[in-house]
């Protein structure tokens, strides 16, 4: 039968995409986003926090520290702090995900609870477990309801159970890369000018070695390259002005970037949402 003209089937565009970003009041420092992307790729960079996304619809591909991983429904992409990731679709639909941004602080409590001594880490990045998948996407939408009980109980009980299934204490895999002199100080003079950085060839002449062997030096002490992890701070200084007020604008200049553009298009390969949605989700 054919439908009255002003009475459509509702049909989803495939190109669209869909991102919330905001602050979880149930547990502490935590952050959560709720996303559906198609097109979006994360460039390499890192998260001050845990990155525990479950996979509801599609598939996500995403390199990391222990290389590739491709997850899908029912499955977990969990990411360390301070490891280095991407992230893109997998499909050509893209894929839908719920993510939770926990501070270290909150996942060590769950761990000593559990009995474990160290900071937990996880023994696979690409984690199959529909179960724990299932209690932590019920945790998820319930802090999107506003139902903090509810969610932050779910949320301690998910964690735990990826815990007891996938967790290990870290420091018990490969061993952290510690930084040498010349590269630690290369970072904290990148950390200083944000807005007039040096090049490569000046910070290497600053810190005493060639710039071929500062370049490599510094993508295995910090997981990228000098020019990557400028950005990274930048995306991360540019968090903290928006969170006190500043225009996007402004906060641009402040920072380094060009312009306003220039610093949304880095922040959504960071974070997945542009800086005047995450400032307007999580200022307080």
Do not use: C, K
């Not at 926090?49 to 598939?59: E, K, Q």
């Not at 500062?214 to 950005?231: E, I, K, M, V």
Request: no cysteine; hydrophobic share 40%; aromatic share 8%.
């Amino acid at each position: 039968m054919e439908l009255p003209r002003d009475v459509h089937p509702t049909v989803e565009d495939p190109r669209v995409e869909r991102a919330r970003y905001w602050r979880f009041s149930g547990l502490p420092d935590t952050e959560l986003l709720t996303a559906r992307f198609v097109t979006t790729a994360f460039t390499r960079h890192t998260h001050s926090t845990y990155t525990i996304g479950m996979i509801t619809a599609g598939i996500e591909e995403y390199s990391h520290s222990g290389g590739s991983s491709r997850v899908g429904p029912g499955g977990l992409a969990v990411v360390e702090p301070d490891e280095v990731h991407t992230g893109h679709a997998g499909v050509p639909e893209g894929w839908r995900y719920r993510v939770f941004y926990p501070a270290p602080e909150v996942v060590v409590d769950i761990g000593r609870e559990l009995g474990m001594r160290g900071t937990p880490g996880f023994t696979h990045s690409g984690i199959d477990a529909p179960e724990v998948s299932r209690v932590l996407v019920r945790a998820h939408t319930a802090a999107e309801r506003g139902e903090r009980l509810t969610a932050s109980s779910l949320a301690r009980q998910g964690i735990a159970m990826l815990l007891r299934s996938h967790g290990r204490e870290r420091g018990t895999g490969v061993a952290a890369h510690t930084a040498r002199p010349e590269v630690a100080l290369a970072r904290e003079l990148l950390t200083e000018r944000l807005v007039d950085p040096p090049t490569l060839e000046e910070l290497a002449a600053h810190v005493g070695i060639g710039p071929f062997t500062l370049a490599r030096a510094f993508r295995t002490a910090y997981g990228l390259p000098p020019h990557a992890y400028l950005n990274q701070l930048r995306v991360a200084r540019a968090r903290v002005l928006l969170l006190q007020g500043w225009r996007a604008s402004e906060v641009a200049a402040r920072v380094g970037f060009t312009d306003q553009s220039h610093l949304t298009r880095h922040f959504r390969r960071h974070l997945g949402v542009p800086p005047v949605t995450y400032q307007r989700a999580l200022r307080v």
